[in-house]
């Protein structure tokens, strides 16, 4: 069963970048495409960008030109460069596993698309 850790989270002011980590266990990691998702207080948790195996990436217009989304097969890890930070962006984040491998298609930010989480890491910004 594949694992899923994050880290990087933490407390920034606006205007400011943070990186998150997300590292993955088992031998599959390649073939899945894999995503972020992000919970604030209050809400229901929503998508923020994916990249499949392929490396083709995708963003929520919310974070596009300022959130990078990239993979380390070799490490079996995920990342997310956020830069420019803004107040908004206070949630807690989410990796995801998408639940179809070599995943080909342009549906991808249902949260049931994704059988497995992380535990979440806090992302707060600061005016």
């Known amino acids: 069963q594949v694992q899923l850790v994050e880290s990087g989270g933490g407390l920034v002011q606006a205007g400011g970048s943070l990186r998150l980590s997300c590292a993955a266990s088992g031998r599959t990691f390649s073939l899945y495409a894999m995503a972020w998702f992000r919970q604030a207080p209050g809400k229901e948790r929503e998508f923020v960008a994916m990249?499949?195996?392929?490396?083709?990436?995708y963003y929520a217009d919310s974070v596009k030109g300022r959130f990078t989304i990239s993979r380390d097969n070799a490490k079996n890890t995920v990342y997310l460069q956020m830069n420019n930070l803004k107040p908004e962006d206070t949630a807690v984040y989410y990796c995801a596993k998408d639940r179809r491998p070599l995943y080909s298609g342009t549906d991808y930010t249902a949260n049931d698309l994704y059988d497995v989480w992380g535990q979440g890491t806090q992302v707060t910004v600061s005016s």
């Open positions: 990249i499949k195996n392929s490396a083709s990436t």
